[in-house]
């Protein structure tokens, strides 16, 4: 992504690029393997990291965001009042757990949802298996949401470094992916063995959004080297996952576990939460569906239903 030998052009021209990094109003796209800095047009700050985007040139490095190509995904967190958009285009999620600390279902839970309304496929990464003795309290806790159908791929990044990557790149090849996780499941040594020069494109990323400093605030993309082709997302760490945006119908189909039993139930409009011979409170009482999935679920309705935006 250096600017070495690129003939730089001025005068207007409309460009297309990729975001690669967002903080605030502020973008760093990708146009050729030149990193320009970016704004939209007013206030508008619907930019995600991993669009494709129309740009009017206005110097030798600036551009303003004119508009955004379709997307195919969108990945995004919502509280009561704003929403956060994450990534777009995206096809593949990995959620970054560990055998310590300990990791969230309700955070681990919140982005499966998030993944299953946005037609994303989801993965989970159980890194530090070289700690033993918590090991196999995490496998059991990952069981969950293994026997839901979702892959899970133990690797030791501290310890194991190359197998690691022996395992991952196969599933990033190709793919437009993004990581996330809470601080200290050990994502960023993830990443920096699989992109060895994420710290050099942190730093042109910073250089570009003219942050003055090197800072891990923002997310950003990395091109995955070698010949495969497919890149990263990177998110900042975060511990709370809100999905105010998702509707009562869009969140019963998001819950796999919830899917052999929907249309089972004796009401068409069943909301699964106190009605009588209902499907899923039937399926929980026999253990079929987690205790903790349905508590989640309910909350996520009690979510749904204070949204304010």
């Not at 055998?99 to 299953?116: G, H, K």
């Not at 196969?170 to 809470?182: K, T, V, Y």
């Not at 990323?205 to 950003?220: M, N, Q, W, Y």
């Not at 039993?261 to 026999?286: M, S, T």
């Amino acid at each position: 992504m250096s600017k070495a030998g690129k003939q730089v052009r001025t005068g207007g021209e409309d460009l297309a690029g990729t975001v690669v990094a967002a903080h605030g109003r502020h973008y760093v796209v990708d146009v050729d393997g030149q990193l320009m800095q970016c704004v939209t047009r007013g206030k508008k700050t619907n930019v995600a990291v991993g669009d494709v985007v129309h740009l009017q040139r206005t110097s030798a490095d600036q551009a303003v965001i004119e508009r955004i190509a379709e997307r195919t995904t969108l990945l995004y967190r919502s509280d009561q009042y704003k929403s956060k958009l994450l990534a777009a285009n995206i096809t593949r999620l990995f959620i970054v757990i560990a055998t310590e600390p300990s990791f969230s279902d309700d955070l681990v839970s919140r982005a499966l949802v998030a993944c299953e309304a946005a037609g994303i496929e989801a993965h989970l990464i159980l890194n530090k298996v070289d700690v033993e003795e918590p090991l196999a309290r995490a496998r059991e806790r990952a069981a969950l949401y293994t026997g839901m159908g979702y892959p899970l791929h133990e690797v030791s990044a501290r310890t194991r470094p190359e197998e690691a990557v022996a395992v991952l790149k196969p599933l990033l090849a190709g793919q437009s992916s993004i990581f996330i996780g809470q601080s200290g499941m050990g994502k960023s040594s993830l990443i920096n063995l699989l992109v060895p020069d994420a710290d050099i494109a942190v730093r042109e990323i910073s250089e570009a959004l003219d942050t003055g400093k090197h800072t891990t605030t923002f997310t950003r993309l990395y091109r995955l080297p070698g010949d495969a082709g497919g890149n990263i997302i990177d998110s900042p760490g975060f511990q709370e996952f809100g999905l105010y945006h998702l509707s009562e119908g869009m969140l019963e189909r998001a819950f796999v576990d919830f899917k052999p039993y929907l249309g089972g139930c004796k009401y068409y409009n069943c909301r699964h939460l106190a009605e009588p011979q209902c499907a899923i409170l039937q399926a929980v009482e026999e253990g079929k569906i987690a205790k903790l999935r349905h508590e989640l679920y309910a909350q996520l309705l009690h979510e749904s239903a204070q949204t304010l935006y």
